[in-house]
């Protein structure tokens, strides 16, 4: 379940400092949001959710900021910690409800 | 919860042979996706299912792809012939109906020489 070798953009990140992920999405009728993290040799995991309904919502360490104007979400990660490291993915589940449609993904380092 | 279950975890094949990639999707979930992830072209939906029926299969790429769901608990991908540019990790995934955040399994790694 390995994402390595993708040729993603890559944040560095100094360990506590905070960490902003952008992502931009294509289709103005998705009215949900997602965030996934995929760690080397697994599957994505959520992170957070949002609806089109809300422009931030909160998680533990982490906040989701939506602007449907430009189309631009983004991930707030507090305090990042080497457990951060992972590809993050966002994902919008577009006009046909269920199914999501993933954004090519930023790879996160966190440095000691 | 055991989530969700595939196997094999790495598969190594011959180009020309038959490969078949088994899911079981969290008990109680009514959706299950099979997804692909390359380098090129990151994850690629390749077709979904709602209690056990296909929904959508636009994104299976051809004829030497196959999926099905003969019931709740179990699903398989199977590829035949397999061809190098199959090589690939697949994903499994599922979900309850009202709520879009799927569970991914942790992959199926395949490589086809």
Redesign the interface.
């Given at each position: 379940?390995?994402?390595v070798?993708?040729?993603l953009p890559t944040l560095s990140v100094q360990e506590g400092d905070n960490s902003i992920i952008n992502c931009a999405y294509s289709n103005s009728a998705s009215d949900?949001f997602?965030w996934?993290k995929q760690e080397s040799?697994?599957?994505?995991?959520?992170i957070i959710?949002i609806r089109s309904n809300m422009d931030k919502r909160q998680g533990q360490r982490v906040t989701v900021l939506l602007n449907k104007t430009v189309k631009h979400l983004s991930l707030q990660i507090a305090a990042t910690q080497p457990g951060d490291s992972a590809v993050y993915?966002c994902a919008e589940?577009g006009a046909?409800?269920?199914?999501?449609?993933?954004?090519?993904?930023t790879r996160v380092l966190v440095k000691p | 919860d055991a989530g969700?279950i595939q196997s094999p975890r790495h598969e190594v094949t011959e180009m020309g042979q038959e490969v078949t990639l088994r899911c079981k999707p969290i008990s109680g979930h009514d959706?299950l996706?099979w997804y692909r992830?390359t380098?090129m072209r990151?994850?690629e939906?390749l077709i979904?299912f709602?209690n056990n029926v296909p929904i959508?299969d636009s994104g299976m790429p051809e004829d030497r792809f196959s999926a099905k769901m003969p019931n709740a608990s179990f699903s398989t991908l199977k590829i035949q012939p397999s061809e190098p540019r199959d090589s690939a990790?697949y994903?499994c995934?599922s979900?309850q109906?009202g709520f879009?955040?799927?569970?991914?399994?942790?992959?199926t790694?395949l490589t086809v020489v």
């Amino acid at each position: 379940g390995e994402s390595v070798g993708l040729h993603l953009p890559t944040l560095s990140v100094q360990e506590g400092d905070n960490s902003i992920i952008n992502c931009a999405y294509s289709n103005s009728a998705s009215d949900y949001f997602i965030w996934y993290k995929q760690e080397s040799g697994k599957g994505p995991q959520f992170i957070i959710d949002i609806r089109s309904n809300m422009d931030k919502r909160q998680g533990q360490r982490v906040t989701v900021l939506l602007n449907k104007t430009v189309k631009h979400l983004s991930l707030q990660i507090a305090a990042t910690q080497p457990g951060d490291s992972a590809v993050y993915f966002c994902a919008e589940n577009g006009a046909a409800g269920n199914k999501l449609t993933f954004g090519g993904g930023t790879r996160v380092l966190v440095k000691p | 919860d055991a989530g969700v279950i595939q196997s094999p975890r790495h598969e190594v094949t011959e180009m020309g042979q038959e490969v078949t990639l088994r899911c079981k999707p969290i008990s109680g979930h009514d959706y299950l996706f099979w997804y692909r992830q390359t380098m090129m072209r990151g994850l690629e939906l390749l077709i979904y299912f709602n209690n056990n029926v296909p929904i959508d299969d636009s994104g299976m790429p051809e004829d030497r792809f196959s999926a099905k769901m003969p019931n709740a608990s179990f699903s398989t991908l199977k590829i035949q012939p397999s061809e190098p540019r199959d090589s690939a990790v697949y994903f499994c995934a599922s979900n309850q109906q009202g709520f879009y955040g799927y569970t991914f399994g942790s992959g199926t790694r395949l490589t086809v020489v």
